[in-house]
Structure formats: C-alpha cells, structure tokens
C-alpha cells in the first residue's frame, strides 16, 4: 500500500505492516505490478520501481524535472507532422514554465514490454526499457483532438487498450497504444478507473456511475445504491467485488451491485489475500471478508 510523503507499506500476512525506504517525499498514487517487478506513480512526475519484490528499497527512474528534456530530445529527433510538433513544443513551453507539478495516475504494460504511463492534463509518456536504462518519450500526439483531461485509468481488455479520465473521457487503441481513438461515452461525469474482471469491461466514476460491456455488447449501465464515487473493482474466486471511496463494498454487479460491507474510512484502493479484503484508507490499512465479515 502506497500514499503520502512517499510512504510505501507491506505485509506479509496482514497483521504486522512494515514501511519500505523510498527516495522521495511525494505522494505515491498508485503501484503496478510488473511482469519484472513493481511500478511507483506519484506526484510531481516521479516514477520508482522495484525490480526484486523481496527487497524494500525503490529507486527513482523519473524526476519529474527531466520531462522538458524528455520533450525536446524527441522533438529533435522525431519526424513528426507540423500540427504535432506545434503540440509537443506548446507542452514543452507549460512544462518550462510550471516545473513538475503533475502527478502520474495509471499505467498500462504492453505486449512488447513498452509501458505507456498516465496522469493530469492529459499527460502521457511511454517508456521503453533495455539493458542501457530506461527511454521516454512524449505520446499526447497519438490521442485523437486531445482535450487534456486528467487520464486516471487504464486497462487492457478484447485486444484493445482503453484509457478514462474526467468528463467522460474514454479513448480506445487498437493498435497497442500507437493511436488513441475518442469514444463516445455514456455520462458526462469523471471516470476514476476502468477494470477487467470476469471478462467484462467496467469504467466506473462520480456518484455512483457505473457502467459495463462485454466484447460484444456497448456499454450498460450497472445500478449501485451509492451516491459515492467509485475507487476500484477486483475479482475474488470468480465473483465480482467493487470499492467506493466512501468504504463501501458491493458485489455482484453484472446489472446491479448488492452492498456487503462497510468501513468507517474513506478508501482508494483494495486487493485480495490470504482470504481477506484489504483495504488502503486514510485511517491506515483495514481487512475485511469478502462475505462482509470484519
């Protein structure tokens, strides 16, 4: 579990918590599992990894004070059209003059080991990694009339990529993230996050809203006696687990969500094991059972 000044926590069964040593002091948003490791996102354009999941100590792979040299290397050295290099170099100039001051949000690991990383104002780098280090390079370009929305999640599902953020913002890529194509969305709220689980794809934000597609069908919304934002969904043996900002847990969910459970502190995220639900809250981590039990 990640969260503010950088602080990092980790367990081993739940009971006893242990703080891992991060080289920054700025809130973490989000942790990815990698397939050679895990993944940092935090404020101020800041990237950690953690290559040996055993060990405890992450190091920095991005400064967020390195991103107008990422942008002007790429410009350098890109054969890109005209209106994409008046783009970039617009952002180059808000980057100079505002310094670091966007936070990461999600992160999406490719096929071919490229990761394309997501934040505020439509940020979006993709990073490649090889034996020399770590590349990155601006890809706000491949986004179809880019509005610059906050971009908070995204999700691999049918072959394709999809990327949500505020006002209804969706973007699908069918081509491993080399264009993103605007999609017309069901609501004009904000979505936090879009997740697979049990082969449906859910995009979910803002009081409630909740919608659901399959390969096949367009998107249907899911009914939840909520007027709470929505934080995160997972799947626990099969069944359908969803977390509100304000501690709710639901289940079910296919059309409408049946409330289990309930914690008496906001909430961002959860994930299971070792039987339990675990929750990051703003009162430190809390477990519950998925069949409501505390």
Same mark, same amino acid.
């Given at each position: 579990?990640?969260?503010? $000044?950088?602080?990092?926590?980790?367990?081993?069964?739940?009971?006893?918590?242990?703080?891992?040593?991060?080289?920054?002091?700025?809130?973490?948003?989000?942790?990815?599992?990698?397939?050679? =490791? #895990?993944?940092?996102?935090?404020?101020?354009?800041?990237?950690?990894?953690?290559? @040996?999941?055993?060990?405890?100590?992450?190091?920095?792979?991005?400064?967020? $004070?390195?991103?107008?040299?990422?942008?002007?290397?790429?410009? &350098? @050295?890109?054969? #890109?059209?005209?209106?994409?290099?008046?783009?970039?170099?617009? !952002?180059?100039? =808000?980057?100079?003059?505002?310094?670091?001051?966007?936070?990461?949000?999600?992160?999406? !690991?490719?096929?071919?080991?490229?990761?394309?990383?997501?934040?505020?104002?439509?940020?979006?780098? &993709?990073?490649?990694?090889?034996?020399?280090?770590?590349?990155?390079?601006?890809?706000?370009?491949?986004?179809?009339?880019?509005?610059?929305?906050?971009?908070?999640?995204?999700?691999?599902?049918?072959?394709?990529?999809?990327?949500? =953020?505020?006002?209804? *913002?969706?973007?699908?890529?069918?081509?491993? =993230?080399?264009?993103?194509?605007?999609?017309?969305?069901?609501?004009?709220?904000?979505?936090?996050?879009?997740?697979?689980?049990?082969?449906?794809?859910?995009?979910?934000?803002?009081?409630? @809203?909740?919608?659901?597609?399959?390969?096949?069908?367009?998107?249907?919304?899911?009914?939840?006696?909520?007027?709470?934002?929505?934080?995160?969904?997972?799947?626990?043996?099969?069944?359908?687990?969803?977390? *509100?900002?304000?501690?709710?847990?639901?289940?079910?969910? &296919?059309?409408?969500? &049946?409330?289990?459970? $309930?914690?008496?502190?906001?909430?961002?995220?959860?994930?299971?094991?070792?039987?339990? #639900?675990?929750?990051?809250?703003?009162?430190?981590?809390?477990?519950?059972?998925? @069949?409501?039990?505390?």
């Amino acid at each position: 579990m990640a969260g503010e $000044r950088g602080i990092v926590i980790r367990s081993q069964h739940g009971d006893r918590w242990q703080q891992d040593q991060v080289p920054v002091s700025t809130t973490i948003t989000r942790i990815k599992a990698l397939h050679d =490791g #895990l993944l940092a996102l935090a404020h101020s354009g800041a990237l950690l990894e953690l290559t @040996n999941v055993a060990e405890q100590e992450w190091k920095v792979i991005l400064d967020g $004070r390195e991103i107008p040299a990422i942008y002007r290397h790429f410009i &350098e @050295n890109s054969n #890109l059209s005209e209106s994409d290099r008046q783009m970039l170099e617009r !952002e180059l100039a =808000g980057y100079e003059q505002q310094g670091p001051d966007k936070p990461f949000l999600d992160a999406i !690991e490719l096929e071919d080991g490229r990761l394309q990383i997501f934040g505020a104002y439509g940020m979006a780098l &993709e990073m490649t990694k090889s034996e020399e280090g770590f590349v990155f390079q601006p890809i706000t370009q491949r986004f179809e009339n880019n509005p610059y929305m906050h971009l908070y999640g995204a999700v691999s599902y049918d072959g394709a990529i999809y990327v949500v =953020g505020e006002r209804g *913002t969706i973007f699908r890529s069918d081509d491993e =993230g080399l264009h993103y194509t605007k999609l017309e969305s069901p609501y004009e709220g904000t979505f936090f996050g879009a997740s697979e689980v049990n082969g449906n794809l859910y995009i979910y934000g803002m009081k409630g @809203n909740l919608f659901r597609k399959s390969s096949v069908e367009s998107w249907t919304p899911v009914k939840i006696e909520t007027e709470a934002s929505i934080s995160d969904m997972t799947s626990v043996n099969g069944e359908v687990f969803l977390l *509100t900002q304000s501690g709710e847990i639901f289940t079910g969910c &296919e059309y409408s969500c &049946e409330l289990v459970s $309930r914690v008496s502190s906001p909430s961002s995220s959860f994930v299971f094991a070792n039987g339990q #639900l675990f929750l990051s809250t703003f009162s430190g981590p809390q477990s519950v059972s998925p @069949n409501g039990d505390q």
